[in-house]
T-cell receptor, first 109, second 113 residues
């Protein structure tokens, strides 16, 4: 079967660093995406990893280990506006994204 | 501005009625998708289309139908056969291919009374 696991909720403090993990088991692998979604709004693209390693983009970084079926999203210098759900999604063997349930991040003052 | 539009934002229907959700994009994207989002669950794929006049069932296509007569438009009809139609519906589009991000519309929240 196909499965993507990520924590349901996380809490962090403004200005801190938080790491959101994602593990996956899928039929085929053609890349892993991270999206941010504020409540009631559309998901917006954050990052894409297809090769092992770290991709850095401003305050956000994403890491991938294909052999371990593992990725994480790292958010630095947290701001209140970073409070949102973070969705991990894997592109499997076909041209379809498989989404995890999302991690709801609450940033506290 | 280029983007994806979905209308309306909120939609109410009586049980037993069919309802059509619109999705329009002016990004010149070949591929379009419909997802359903329920609390505590990930986005689930309903239907997708890689090219005009062609579409495929996703993971939860039962009770839904689509058409793709124009590149810009991919309307979704929620039929009375859908057992639990109340949900947040998201439309997305992409250039196509396996490594291209999907761009999402603002969503339509459908409530069936």
């Amino acid at each position: 079967g196909q499965n993507i696991d990520q924590p349901t909720e996380m809490t962090a403090t403004e200005g801190a660093i938080v790491q959101i993990n994602c593990t996956y088991q899928t039929s085929g692998f053609n890349g892993l995406f991270w999206y941010q979604q504020h409540a009631g709004e559309a998901p917006t693209f954050l990052s894409y990893n297809v090769l092992d390693g770290l991709e850095e983009k401003g305050r956000f970084s994403s890491f991938l280990s294909r052999s371990k079926g593992y990725s994480y999203l790292l958010l630095k210098e947290l701001q209140m506006k970073d409070s949102a759900s973070y969705l991990c999604a894997v592109m499997g063997a076909t041209n379809k994204l498989i989404f995890g349930t999302g991690t709801l991040l609450a940033v506290q003052p | 501005d280029g983007g994806i539009t979905q209308s309306p934002k909120y939609l109410f229907r009586k049980e037993g009625q069919n309802v059509t959700l619109s999705c329009e994009q002016n990004l010149n994207h070949d591929a379009m998708y419909w997802y359903r989002q329920d609390p505590g669950q990930g986005l689930r794929l309903i239907y997708y289309s890689q090219i005009v006049n062609d579409f495929q069932k996703g993971d939860i296509a039962e009770g839904y139908s689509v058409s793709r007569e124009k590149k810009e438009s991919f309307p979704l009809t929620v039929t009375s056969a859908q057992k639990n139609p109340t949900a947040f519906y998201l439309c997305a589009s992409s250039i196509g291919g396996l490594d291209n991000e999907q761009f999402f519309g603002p969503g339509t929240r459908l409530t069936v009374l």
